[in-house]
């Protein structure tokens, strides 16, 4: 089995796209006939979708992401010119150099160094 999807939901999501092309992703507009005007970014095998958080929709913040990342400092730095916000400080763990880090709009995103 493989994810092939994940969506965020964000009350900005261009916000939100922000961030995560700060860490590399390449996103582009999406339409799905008469559904919400999104984003989208090739992510691995699968794709990652930032929808607009509509009134009613449930929030996504209770998801937490993780990303292997080449540079964890360089990383952390551009998260943080988007609006990231650093939790836990770059160190090393028992899975190798990690950070953890909360999007702009309130998801926890592990990095770890590749």
């Known amino acids: 089995m493989q994810l092939s999807h994940l969506v965020l939901r964000a009350p900005e999501p261009q916000r939100l796209a922000a961030f995560y092309e700060a860490l590399g992703l390449k996103f582009q507009k999406e339409r799905h006939g008469r559904g919400p005007e999104h984003v989208s970014a090739a992510l691995g095998g699968g794709v990652l979708e930032i929808y607009p958080l ?6 996504t913040t209770g998801v937490r992401l993780g990303f292997s990342v080449k540079d964890l400092e360089i990383a952390c730095r551009s998260a943080q010119s988007a609006e990231g916000e650093v939790v836990t400080s770059p160190k090393t763990t028992e899975w190798g150099r990690q ?15 590749a």
Do not use: I, M, Y
Request: aromatic share 0%.
């Open 54 to 59: 509509r009134s009613g929709q449930q929030a």
């Open 99 to 113: 950070a953890t880090l909360r999007d702009p709009a309130g998801h926890l995103v592990d990095l770890v160094q």
